[in-house]
């Protein structure tokens, strides 16, 4: 039964991603597609251009880079106090949190919107990025703190007795030690901004500061059509980036924890 539950968990990722291969290359791509037929690339022709695919891809490209930089710095300045020190309110800050990561989005975009119009940044590709990096705060916090209670402290006490502040500390102790935890914070934040299409859809309103997850309506026209070739070209293109970064960043989730020969008797 086990075999059984995973193989269907299995067909039931590997369908669609069978669709889009096939229908990127199929010339007569449609809602349902066949084996069989002629198969061309002229569907991965029609969106390799500047408007439809590299503005968009550069886009994503800078919103969730910058997006992941940020947060990441942020979050390990934020997670070391809570880490480290015995805060009168760290649980409660924890516990809000927490609650912070259940709060869906479309339940503050009307007021978010409202402030951004009220300063004039609307359409402002820097204020998206702080507030997109807002919005992945509270889980990168929470993970990061987690993976740094995993640093004994007795390796930051050592620095300090050589003269090490916190900062000095943080970067060159912690933060090397926990390399495959900042490698999967930094992967969970680029993949969930890499693919949001909510928050730049509202905040961003010129067609070419829109990012490639805004930029799949291109595919879409107002009377119901859909170019679903080309749409399957562009899923794919846009995936490969994703592909990219957990190859980069493999031997780091692959890696273990170990901090025993950082410890001398």
Avoid: C
Avoid at 20 to 46: I, K, M, P, Q, W
Avoid at 64 to 81: E, Q, R
Avoid at 156 to 185: K, S, Y
């Amino acid at each position: 039964m086990a075999r059984l539950a995973l193989l269907l968990v299995v067909i039931a990722f590997l369908a669609p991603m069978l669709w889009l291969v096939l229908g990127s290359v199929h010339r007569g791509s449609a809602l349902s597609v066949e084996f069989g037929g002629s198969y061309t690339l002229d569907n991965f022709r029609a969106v390799m251009n500047g408007p439809t695919l590299w503005t968009p891809m550069r886009n994503s490209l800078v919103l969730a880079g910058s997006t992941t930089v940020l947060t990441v710095i942020v979050a390990s300045f934020a997670a070391y106090p809570l880490s480290r020190y015995q805060l009168r309110f760290g649980k409660a800050f924890l516990y809000t949190i927490v609650f912070s990561t259940g709060l869906p989005i479309t339940a503050i975009m009307v007021p978010v919107y409202s402030m951004f119009a009220h300063f004039n940044v609307t359409d402002s590709m820097p204020a998206t990025v702080l507030f997109m990096s807002a919005t992945s705060l509270p889980f990168a916090i929470w993970m990061m703190k987690n993976f740094m209670d995993g640093v004994p402290v007795s390796l930051e006490e050592a620095a300090w007795t050589d003269g090490a502040g916190w900062f000095q500390a943080l970067r060159r102790i912690i933060l090397p030690l926990m390399a495959p935890g900042v490698a999967v914070v930094s992967i969970f934040v680029f993949v969930t901004q890499w693919g949001d299409f909510f928050i730049p859809f509202i905040l961003l309103l010129s067609p070419e500061k829109q990012p490639a997850s805004v930029g799949i309506f291109t595919f879409f026209s107002q009377y119901g059509a859909v170019a679903y070739g080309q749409l399957a070209a562009f899923s794919v293109l846009y995936t490969l980036p994703i592909v990219l970064l957990y190859g980069v960043l493999s031997r780091y989730l692959g890696g273990a924890f170990n901090f025993a020969g950082g410890v001398k008797g």
